[in-house]
């Protein structure tokens, strides 16, 4: 198969169908990878030496309106960005990856539920007014599959999304009908 240069949507899902290491876009690894090397190595180490393992799932927020209203090159910048912010605030140890179009999973060894929302709560204020992210977390425990650790950051993601949504709808609100 042949990647014609500069054609990101064939160069992705080259990466993705073929198990490539690294997502060509965001330079981070590929939920391929991910779910092939590091999450193995991982849940061993955690066992092994029975030490805490959380993970993040990040989604951004209206990306799709940013690619209708600014073009996807705008919305590949964004992509960009919130990959080189996060890696700003992760330890060498973490690992973020690339889990497909607007999402992205951090892997956080020895890291508990209540330092891993201490990362996000990071990751938010240095997002700022830039970017606009959801997260959801969760903490492994011992005989947890990924799919159940999945399962519990991908739930507290779309709480998050809600809480979001149902603040937008009451700004709204209250600037359409002020309060006298």
Known sequence: MKIRIGDRFQGMWYGWKHGLPVDGLTSLHTRAYFMKE??????SRAERYEYPLSVVE??????TDINNTNGHLEGDKVLRLLSEIAKEIIRPADT????GGDEFL???PETDIVQVRMVVDRMREAFGEMLSASFGVAEWHKGMSFRALFSRA????YEDKKRKHK?????LLNKTFPKQ
């Open 154 to 157: 991908d739930d507290e993601l």
């Open 106 to 108: 951090l892997i956080l």
């Open 58 to 63: 990040i989604d951004l927020d209206n990306l």
């Open 167 to 171: 603040e937008e709808s009451l700004r």
């Open 38 to 43: 590091v999450w193995p190595k991982e849940l």
């Open 96 to 99: 973020l990856v690339r889990w």
